[in-house]
């Protein structure tokens, strides 16, 4: 530590300053772990001391619940990763699509840049919730042919509509941010518009937009309890269902772990991600 | 015949005169210096006769050809230039040989192999052979700058245009970019280049153009106009640039 690679030696004011600065971090170490404790016992006295606390303890923490419902939460939740692993890739299609469909300039593509522009502004301004109910009750309704009526897979269509709106407008957000100087260069190389975008614009915005879609991603996990409304038997519909029999939330509690558990990863590895693109740029 | 006309062109910029008919004949293996103060309309010129930018009078002819006409390729007459831009503008999330080798395999419909050997040809004659797997952010701006070069030269273009390439550059580095072009008008390539290199530009240029205000001034050879020059705004732009200390 001392000596440095080229055999140079600090000197004792450097080694003082090293050894001021090593008893400040000590310090900040210790008074965050301190005033985290004291928050913790501030929050968990006022909680537990409040009047309604046996009763909600009972009602929401019941252990002999946690465990009852448990298994059938759990096996609900996978009817949630498997809507999200369905509806994530899908969603990215549409996003992506929908993000070159309002970047196209030719005359002749008027009307899909129109249409494309007119789902963004209508998918984002409706509730996913009103989505999914309008797709998993109208569509059926039209008896159309080839129409799915299994109603996990139009609540998949209705999250992937809904979804598909907010990754379209993070896409054309990276597309945009791509310099303008990239777009000539690539132009002045003889490349059309289609391969411009293809082979220098979209790489580059993909590579920039991966931190705020995961945050979108993370949302969508969550947001596949809404398909719980049109019946399907994920997670939060089993809790619904052990709930309203046992007259206990516990259930309620199992599944925001399980979700939980779930977004957690998801986030940290976000943040990570965009620490990593901050340093990159730095 | 002239390799590329210029005649009359003007160019606006909300309603503000860039360009104020510009005139100029290069012929097939001329190397033409556009010099003059920055806005005096040198890259924008250059930007014209890229299809970068649209003229608003007059017409530029590429090969006879005239290339403002509206209904022309502008891909294909893009295919038939190279340009060089002052900030490089590198892909930045590619590999040194990927940016070279990208308008060959993907406009000119070359094979990967073949692209990837002419491209190692090229990097080596300027001596980048060892950079071929690097991204851009991991050379120097000289090298950057001498890559986008080679990325230029590599579809084979009948002319390239130089925009100023070695403002961005600290004065060693502007060396080895101004030996790079110096190899090129060896080889025979015609070039137009806006450049502020005073020195290398009376070195290389077979023609000098001065540039005012988007009104070619003046035009000659480079002794005429370095010691000879007719206009006094001429010989007040070199003053200023032998007093800066760039000359």
Sequence with gaps: MSETSEGWAKSERQRERERVRRSRARRSVSIAGASTVVFIVLVVVLVTNSPGWPRVQELFFNPEWFVKALPDVLSGFLLNIKIFLIAEPLILVVGVLVALARSITAPAFFPVRALATLYTDIFRGVPTILVIYLVGFGLPALRLQGIPTDLVTLGVIGLTLSYGAYVAEVFRAGIESVHPSQVAAARSLGLSHGKTMRFVVLPQATRRVVPPLLNDFISLQKDTSLVATIGPLEALRQAQIIAASAFNYTPYLVASLLFILLTIPMARFTDHLAARTRRRRG | ?247
């Design chain 2, 1 to 247: 015949m002239s390799l590329l006309t210029i005649d009359g062109v003007w160019k606006e910029f909300r309603g503000h005169s860039v360009l104020r008919g510009i005139d100029l004949e290069v012929r097939p293996h001329e190397v033409v210096s556009l010099i003059g103060a920055s806005g005096s309309g040198k890259s924008t010129l250059l930007r014209c006769v890229n299809l970068l930018e649209t003229v608003d009078d007059g017409a530029i002819y590429l090969d006879g050809e005239e290339i403002t006409d509206p209904r022309v390729d502008v891909d294909d007459v893009r295919r038939r230039l190279g340009i060089v831009f002052q900030a490089f503008n590198l892909f930045p999330h590619m590999t040194v040989l990927d940016n070279i080798t990208l308008a060959p395999r993907r406009v000119h419909g070359v094979a990967k192999a073949a692209a990837e050997e002419q491209a190692g040809d090229l990097l080596a004659r300027f001596g980048l052979a060892d950079k071929a797997r690097s991204y851009p952010d991991q050379l120097s701006g000289g090298q950057q700058q001498r890559v986008a070069i080679v990325r230029a030269l590599a579809t084979k273009p009948r002319l390239m245009l130089l925009d100023e390439v070695t403002s961005a550059l600290d004065p060693v580095l502007v060396v080895e970019v101004l030996q790079v072009i110096r190899e090129l008008k060896e080889s025979g390539m015609t070039m137009i280049l806006a450049t502020h290199e005073m020195g290398f530009c009376r070195d290389i240029s077979d023609t000098v153009c001065f540039l005012e205000g988007g009104v070619m001034l003046e035009k000659g050879p480079p002794e005429k106009i370095f010691t000879a020059p007719e206009h006094a705004r001429t010989r007040e732009f070199l003053r200023a640039v032998l007093d800066s200390g760039r000359l």
